[in-house]
């Protein structure tokens, strides 16, 4: 068999990329070229076409609303309909925040815009007054990958799934979709859309694998990837999963050293 | 009607009365202010420059008003997101350079609490400020309350980058309410902005106030393409995306708006050439209204080229002269943690705070300027002052630093974070070290560095602050609050 290449697509790499969301490209293409193969990224903006017979992947991240708003439109018509077409024929996508919330059914932004989603994942957003910001972690429930995901949100959108959406996880620490019924994420097919920044993937290097494998295994045979040595990344992620579940605010001690130092006191 | 509600006696004796009381109330949260930094002071729990002022405004909520009505020469606000500190120190080098006392909160505490303390230290028992003006470095999500308390004669904005945004909300957001804020500026206020920042150079268009810019000139010093931090890429009038003709780092450039016409605003301060010379500093051809000259800045990167342009112009819109801007340009004493260099165990250890992307990538590209095989200590810490989310490091090019050093030790609340960014820009495991405990990463990384080699020390905010208290410590360096406060 030849070296797999994957090929990526960048959605709107220079307007959806937020709260350092293209570390997920950077960890795809690192652990792709670990393992001897080649990655080709291929940024799509707007008017450019989607063909995708050409991408194994799609990547698109989060955004400000105005950036949110050029997009829309963009992917209204037939860019939408093509990447809809990818995901059905199994190519495996990525969605962050913003991104996540255009490949819904609609987004009511809370300044009362009403944009139109591309309707890939059964879910509606509504914007909110509040935001939820902190640390997140996510019992993941996607099929072939066990575990946890750890990562950072911050949105005002409340995402909350249809009938047909079937949620990336349930949330252990944070607000996830909405803040209510405790669902994070949407999978449909080999699409993720999730509200975790982070980056993602880095912490997360199964859920990078398991879009890796999920993409290539269209054009090449694929059991499973080689393994990596992931010592690195996982200790990261126990770090930041420690730091969600630990309770309460970090209390600091008083500085008994100043003290001594000072020598005063001791 | 009205008079009888007041009761008996002239209006003028009523407010006399309340005046007094009002100066009865200000002296007491004074009092309660000074008092509280000196016990932190005394014992030893740092540098007491926000809870005193926190203290202050509980007791006298209009406290930094008061006092700050004394000043003579009334006030001057520094705010962006990048620089507040170098600049206002600089600015706070030239007025002393002048002759004048100002009143500045130099140790980086810069929300209201930061700077009712910072004036409070400097004021007699009454709450009168011993100063001649007042110089203050502001968050810019407080500039909006600073500027209607204050009332400044000058406001200056360095920059505007993507810094803590699940603190700020997002950046166009936070750009409304800084020109908002300073559309409330009286026709007699000047305003000094940055003309290479097309976001900070829209800021200008509602006020009153007079409208000065500064900005480089020099097509020498850019870098091909704009980077990943780069935040500011549409033009704020249309939306469509900016021609940049010059680019300096980040969003900084030169630049025009195809679609409707915008263009950068010529800037009054300029640097007509600029030298680098890596971490010692630069020279710099400056072209103001009055004098050119060449001054010796010596202070590392580009990005302090705009600090030195932003307090020229300020030094000038508030009358300095010549003199007195190179005095204060040539004698200035590096500001804690900006390019601080410490002696340490035989090595020297070179403090440079990096917080958020257009920083970083700034002091990399200062550090390629060292070489290759150095030792680096790099501290990312998660705190509400770093900003709880460190996902930005994603955004710095690391990818550039990678190939530098032949020890990275990765350390703060954050260390792993830190260590899995350097692994994926390239970094190979032998010469990465993680250690959280930021006394052991400090040791790591000394012991990595032979004798009289220097350690490159690259910390988040809070982290600068924690390095410098195990220095103080460690006896390398004095207490911050002995050279911090005025």
């Given at each position: 068999?030849?070296?797999?290449?994957?090929?990526?697509?960048?959605?709107?790499?220079?307007?959806?990329?937020?709260?350092g969301?293209?570390?997920?490209v950077?960890?795809?293409?690192?652990?792709c070229?670990?393992?001897?193969?080649?990655?080709?990224?291929?940024?799509?903006?707007?008017?450019?076409?989607?063909d995708?017979?050409?991408?194994?992947?799609?990547?698109?991240?989060?955004g400000?609303?105005?950036?949110?708003?050029?997009?829309?439109?963009?992917?209204?018509?037939?860019?939408?309909e093509?990447?809809?077409?990818?995901?059905e024929?199994?190519?495996?996508l990525?969605?962050?925040?913003?991104?996540?919330?255009?490949?819904?059914?609609r987004?009511?932004?809370?300044t009362g815009e009403?944009?139109p989603?591309?309707?890939l994942?059964?879910?509606?957003?509504?914007?909110?007054?509040?935001?939820?910001?902190?640390?997140?972690?996510?019992r993941?429930?996607?099929?072939?990958?066990e575990?946890?995901?750890?990562?950072f949100?911050?949105h005002?959108?409340?995402?909350?799934?249809?009938?047909?959406g079937?949620?990336l996880?349930?949330?252990?620490?944070?607000?996830?979709n909405?803040?209510?019924d405790?669902?994070?994420?949407?999978?449909?097919?080999h699409?993720?859309?999730?509200?975790?920044?982070?980056?993602?993937l880095?912490?997360?290097?199964?859920?990078a694998?398991?879009?890796?494998?999920?993409?290539?295994?269209?054009?090449y045979?694929?059991?499973?990837?080689?393994?990596?040595?992931?010592?690195?990344e996982?200790?990261?992620?126990?770090?930041?999963?420690y730091?969600?579940?630990?309770k309460?605010?970090?209390?600091?001690?008083p500085?008994?050293?100043?003290?001594?130092?000072?020598?005063?006191?001791? | 009607m009205?008079?009888?509600?007041?009761?008996?006696?002239?209006?003028?004796?009523?407010?006399?009365?309340?005046?007094?009381?009002?100066?009865?109330?200000?002296?007491?949260a004074?009092?309660?202010?000074?008092?509280?930094?000196?016990?932190?002071?005394?014992?030893?729990?740092g540098?007491g420059?926000?809870f005193?002022?926190?203290?202050?405004?509980?007791?006298?909520?209009?406290?930094p008003?008061?006092?700050?009505?004394?000043l003579?020469?009334g006030?001057?606000?520094?705010?962006?997101t990048?620089?507040?500190?170098?600049?206002?120190?600089?600015?706070a080098?030239?007025?002393?350079?002048?002759?004048?006392?100002?009143?500045?909160?130099?140790?980086?505490?810069?929300?209201?609490?930061?700077i009712t303390?910072?004036?409070?230290?400097?004021?007699?028992?009454?709450?009168?400020?011993?100063g001649?003006?007042?110089?203050?470095e502001v968050?810019?999500?407080t500039l909006?309350?600073?500027?209607?308390?204050l009332?400044?004669?000058?406001?200056?904005?360095?920059n505007l980058?993507r810094?803590q945004?699940?603190?700020?909300?997002?950046?166009?957001?936070?750009?409304?309410?800084?020109?908002?804020?300073?559309?409330g500026?009286?026709?007699?206020?000047?305003?000094?902005l940055?003309?290479d920042?097309?976001?900070?150079?829209?800021?200008?268009?509602d006020?009153?106030?007079?409208v000065?810019?500064?900005?480089m000139?020099?097509?020498?010093?850019?870098e091909?393409?704009?980077?990943?931090?780069?935040?500011?890429?549409?033009?704020?009038?249309?939306g469509?995306?900016?021609?940049?003709?010059?680019h300096?780092?980040?969003?900084?450039?030169?630049?025009?708006?195809?679609?409707c016409?915008?263009s950068?605003?010529?800037p009054?301060?300029?640097a007509?050439?600029?030298?680098?010379?890596?971490?010692?500093g630069?020279?710099v051809s400056?072209?103001?209204?009055?004098?050119?000259?060449?001054?010796?800045?010596?202070l590392?990167?580009?990005?302090?080229?705009?600090?030195?342009?932003?307090?020229?112009?300020g030094?000038?819109?508030?009358?300095l002269?010549e003199?007195?801007?190179?005095?204060?340009?040539?004698?200035?004493?590096?500001?804690f943690g900006?390019?601080?260099?410490i002696?340490?165990?035989?090595?020297?250890?070179f403090?440079v705070l990096?917080?958020?992307?257009?920083?970083?990538?700034?002091?990399?590209?200062?550090?390629?300027?060292?070489g290759?095989?150095?030792?680096?200590l790099a501290?990312?810490?998660?705190?509400?002052?770093?900003?709880?989310?460190?996902?930005?490091?994603?955004?710095v090019?690391?990818?550039?630093?990678?190939?530098?050093p032949?020890?990275?030790?990765?350390?703060?609340?954050?260390a792993?974070?830190?260590?899995?960014?350097?692994?994926?820009?390239?970094?190979?495991?032998t010469?990465?070290?993680?250690?959280g405990?930021l006394?052991d990463?400090?040791r790591?990384?000394?012991?990595?560095?032979?004798?009289?080699?220097?350690?490159?020390?690259?910390?988040t905010?809070?982290a600068?602050?924690?390095?410098?208290?195990?220095?103080?410590?460690?006896?390398?360096?004095?207490?911050?609050?002995?050279?911090?406060?005025?």
């Amino acid at each position: 068999m030849t070296a797999p290449v994957l090929r990526i697509c960048h959605l709107y790499p220079e307007l959806m990329n937020i709260y350092g969301d293209r570390g997920n490209v950077i960890a795809l293409t690192m652990r792709c070229r670990w393992r001897g193969w080649e990655v080709q990224v291929t940024g799509l903006s707007l008017g450019d076409p989607l063909d995708p017979s050409r991408y194994d992947l799609y990547f698109m991240g989060g955004g400000q609303d105005r950036e949110q708003m050029m997009v829309c439109e963009d992917l209204a018509g037939e860019k939408g309909e093509a990447l809809r077409a990818a995901v059905e024929d199994g190519a495996a996508l990525l969605s962050i925040c913003g991104g996540y919330q255009l490949l819904g059914k609609r987004f009511l932004t809370c300044t009362g815009e009403d944009l139109p989603g591309i309707s890939l994942f059964d879910a509606e957003t509504v914007g909110g007054d509040t935001r939820f910001i902190g640390n997140v972690a996510v019992r993941c429930r996607l099929e072939g990958m066990e575990g946890t995901l750890v990562g950072f949100e911050n949105h005002s959108g409340r995402t909350r799934l249809g009938p047909a959406g079937k949620p990336l996880g349930e949330v252990i620490k944070g607000y996830g979709n909405n803040g209510e019924d405790g669902s994070e994420g949407c999978v449909y097919r080999h699409a993720i859309g999730t509200y975790l920044h982070g980056s993602l993937l880095p912490k997360n290097p199964s859920l990078a694998d398991w879009l890796i494998l999920r993409a290539l295994r269209r054009r090449y045979d694929l059991e499973q990837l080689p393994p990596l040595d992931d010592a690195l990344e996982e200790e990261a992620h126990r770090a930041a999963l420690y730091m969600v579940l630990r309770k309460g605010p970090r209390l600091r001690l008083p500085r008994w050293g100043g003290w001594r130092a000072s020598g005063r006191f001791g | 009607m009205a008079r009888k509600a007041w009761g008996n006696g002239s209006v003028k004796s009523r407010l006399n009365h309340y005046n007094r009381r009002m100066d009865a109330r200000l002296a007491a949260a004074v009092a309660a202010g000074k008092a509280i930094a000196w016990l932190s002071r005394r014992l030893g729990a740092g540098a007491g420059s926000n809870f005193p002022g926190k203290v202050i405004l509980r007791l006298y909520g209009r406290a930094p008003e008061a006092m700050a009505s004394h000043l003579p020469g009334g006030c001057v606000l520094v705010s962006g997101t990048n620089g507040k500190t170098t600049t206002s120190n600089l600015l706070a080098g030239m007025l002393r350079a002048a002759g004048m006392v100002p009143v500045h909160n130099r140790v980086g505490a810069n929300l209201m609490t930061g700077i009712t303390a910072a004036l409070a230290q400097a004021s007699s028992a009454r709450g009168i400020p011993r100063g001649d003006i007042g110089l203050f470095e502001v968050d810019e999500a407080t500039l909006p309350a600073a500027v209607e308390r204050l009332r400044p004669r000058l406001v200056i904005v360095t920059n505007l980058f993507r810094d803590q945004l699940d603190r700020y909300g997002e950046l166009e957001s936070l750009a409304r309410r800084m020109g908002s804020a300073l559309a409330g500026l009286g026709s007699r206020a000047h305003v000094l902005l940055n003309a290479d920042d097309p976001l900070v150079a829209s800021l200008g268009k509602d006020t009153d106030a007079s409208v000065h810019y500064f900005g480089m000139d020099s097509a020498e010093e850019t870098e091909g393409g704009l980077r990943h931090a780069a935040d500011s890429k549409h033009c704020r009038e249309c939306g469509s995306p900016l021609d940049f003709e010059t680019h300096y780092f980040g969003h900084m450039g030169i630049y025009s708006c195809p679609t409707c016409g915008l263009s950068r605003p010529a800037p009054d301060f300029a640097a007509s050439r600029v030298e680098l010379a890596g971490t010692s500093g630069s020279r710099v051809s400056v072209v103001t209204p009055t004098w050119k000259g060449e001054l010796r800045l010596p202070l590392p990167g580009l990005y302090n080229v705009h600090n030195l342009l932003a307090a020229l112009g300020g030094a000038q819109l508030l009358g300095l002269g010549e003199e007195a801007v190179r005095r204060g340009v040539e004698g200035y004493t590096t500001a804690f943690g900006r390019g601080e260099r410490i002696p340490v165990d035989g090595r020297t250890l070179f403090l440079v705070l990096s917080k958020n992307p257009t920083g970083f990538n700034e002091v990399i590209r200062t550090l390629r300027g060292e070489g290759e095989g150095m030792v680096v200590l790099a501290a990312l810490n998660d705190r509400i002052a770093d900003g709880r989310d460190v996902s930005w490091i994603w955004d710095v090019d690391f990818e550039e630093l990678a190939p530098l050093p032949r020890r990275l030790v990765a350390t703060g609340t954050r260390a792993w974070d830190m260590a899995v960014r350097m692994k994926y820009a390239g970094l190979d495991g032998t010469r990465l070290e993680v250690r959280g405990d930021l006394r052991d990463a400090l040791r790591a990384a000394l012991d990595a560095a032979g004798e009289g080699e220097t350690v490159f020390a690259l910390t988040t905010y809070t982290a600068t602050l924690e390095l410098r208290r195990l220095l103080t410590r460690m006896g390398a360096v004095q207490g911050l609050w002995k050279e911090g406060l005025p």
